[in-house]
């Protein structure tokens, strides 16, 4: 079973502060992505890595996928409180090209 | 373009009682998802379904779970008889094609099932 570990579990920062959440896994997948979900909605996908060391942004939001392709990260600068939702990371694998989510990470930005 | 619909929002049952879900997933798309979201956990694929065959069924519990979609289209999931676990938000989800690459899946606004 591929399990992917998501830190921290909860993160609350002021708006304009800068944070990194983190996504691990023992296993190898051909892709990870990313995803935020607000409260009494469906997860909303922000971006995919398929490539070891690729790197993406999204106007103010980082992302990384390790070398070996088994975990990735999520780096937000001048957080605002519309950045405020669970992300969620998930990892590709399989025959079917399954989706194996983490936990996620709830993060709060205070004005 | 329409997203995904699911209905109903809320249901609240009692345990041993049957529920049923509804999912319209976004016109032309082939695959289609059925995820169970417990509170503080991530999404956990239930089923898949590729046109209106099913691709992977290897997390649902068969024994109270049972899902379709006929025509492939709409799909309903049902459970019987509930359990007191089974309270949490289904989500269902759908993509265009799910036989080779990365493929972007576009969730519904789930039902949350609580079951007292």
């Known amino acids: 079973t591929q399990l992917l570990e998501q830190s921290p579990q909860f993160l609350s920062i002021q708006e304009g502060e800068n944070l990194t959440v983190y996504c691990n896994s023992s296993?190898?997948?051909?892709?990870l992505q990313w995803y935020r979900q607000e409260p009494g909605e469906g997860p909303v996908l922000l971006v995919t890595?398929?490539?070891?060391?690729e790197v993406k942004k999204l106007k103010r939001l980082t992302f990384q996928f390790g070398d070996a392709r088994k975990d990735s990260s999520l780096h937000i600068t001048a957080a605002q409180p519309g950045d405020t939702g669970l992300y969620l990371c998930?990892?590709?694998?399989?025959?079917?090209?399954?989706?194996?989510f983490g936990k996620g990470t709830l993060l709060t930005v205070n004005p | 373009e329409a997203g995904v619909a699911q209905s109903p929002r809320y249901k609240i049952i009692e345990k041993r009682q049957s529920v049923a879900f509804w999912c319209n997933p976004i016109?032309?798309?082939?695959?289609l998802y059925w995820y169970q979201q417990i509170l503080g956990q991530g999404p956990k694929l239930l089923i898949q379904?590729?046109?209106?065959?099913?691709?992977?069924d290897s997390q649902l519990p068969k024994d109270r779970f049972s899902a379709e979609r006929l025509k492939g289209v709409d799909s309903t999931l049902k459970i019987q008889p509930a359990k007191l676990e089974d309270s949490a938000v289904y989500l269902c989800?759908?993509?265009?094609?799910?036989?080779?690459?990365?493929?972007?899946?576009?969730f519904g606004p789930g039902t949350r099932l609580t079951v007292l």
């Open positions: 379904f590729q046109n209106n065959g099913v691709v992977d």
């Open positions: 989800a759908s993509s265009r094609m799910r036989l080779a690459g990365t493929d972007t899946q576009y």
């Open positions: 296993s190898v997948f051909s892709s």
């Open positions: 890595v398929v490539t070891g060391g």
């Open positions: 016109s032309g798309h082939a695959t």
């Open positions: 998930a990892g590709e694998g399989g025959s079917n090209y399954k989706l194996t």
